[in-house]
């Protein structure tokens, strides 16, 4: 007899210590309408985030796995979406999207085109400055910026890694001797500025939640507010047209003194301070679940919160039983489910 197929599941890539995603997809899963599992994967078996989904997926990196092994796993899994969170997967996902929705599979990251855009940070600023965007100028070699004061970081990846801010020009060219692919900028004073913002796969911008981040930690924002600023509201939709965006995007604006807007960058995904702007009524995670069930994100409406908001993150504990010592000679956690394990 052939055993039933479990519940749709929505995968939750590279989810480390992401426990905020994993606890607002369950949310969004549970307002969806539909019967579904949340599972977690990483190469890390003893990730955090393991603990808070329905199960876990103990994923290989990316270099040992083909679009055929993943394509199996989630077949297996019962996958209908998933959502990648990690910089370095972005583009992997992007390049087997086409095949992946062919299997009925929704991934929330844009095409490969724009993926490359956002993630080089040379061409980036190449890209949107030809089409008049204030980004910040990017250049390859530290003479040709046009200021006393630089900064320094990787051309791809991830921006905060690496990099060297408020340096003399002296200072950034020892400092890119360290890195594989330095870029070079003016460095820019002001108020940094995350803004969250959704795009159906129709090519819509359903809203935008602007944050001041307060209190940054290796490029997260440990503390951050909501506020309005209605033009760059307008200039964030039209950042997302350009550069052709699927999904929940973050991009990083500098507001200095004189209020100009300095376009630092945009991520294709979503952040790990965004849920302060899933709170403040940007639904990302209610609309691409409903368009991965096939449903019209635009029956469920954009209603920003009338109030600003400010959402402070920090380490919270966790308490669970354990059982007997494993074959391994180590204590096993009980196997947690979401909806009738109460978190400690």
Known sequence: MEEPR???????????????????????????????????????????????????????????????????????????????????????????????????????????????????????????????????????????????????????????????????????????????????????TGDETSADLYVTRSGRCKGVVLRRREKVVDGESQITSTYRDERLERLCMDLARELKLYGHAVAQWIVDGEGRYHLVECNPRVGGASRLSWQAGLRSLDWFLAEALGKDADAIPFRRAESEMRMVRYPEDRFMGVQPESAAGRPASVSLNRRNVPDG
């Not at 299997?103 to 724009?114: K, L």
């Not at 530290?142 to 200072?171: C, F, H, I, T, W």
């Open 6 to 188: 479990p519940e749709p599941a929505v995968l939750v890539t590279s989810a480390s210590k992401k426990v905020p995603l994993i606890r607002s997809l369950t949310e969004a899963a549970a307002r969806s309408g539909r019967p579904l599992r949340i599972v977690a994967a990483d190469s890390d078996d003893t990730c955090i985030a393991r603990h808070f989904a329905d199960e876990f997926w103990k994923m290989p990196r990316l270099e040992e796995l083909t679009a055929g092994q993943l394509l199996e796993k989630c077949r297996e899994l019962g996958v209908l979406a998933i959502v990648p969170t990690r910089d370095g997967e972005l583009s992997f996902f992007a390049r087997h999207r086409s095949e992946l929705e062919a299997a009925g599979i929704s991934v929330m990251v844009p095409d490969e085109e724009a993926v490359n855009r956002c993630t080089d940070k040379l061409l980036f600023y190449e890209y949107l400055a030809s089409r008049g965007f204030p980004v910040i100028p990017t250049f390859r070699t530290a003479d040709e910026v046009p200021a006393d004061a630089l900064v320094v970081k990787e051309r791809y990846g991830a921006g905060a890694r690496k990099m060297a801010l408020n340096v003399s020009r002296e200072q950034a060219k020892a400092h890119a001797s360290a890195l594989e692919h330095p870029i070079f900028q003016p460095f820019v």
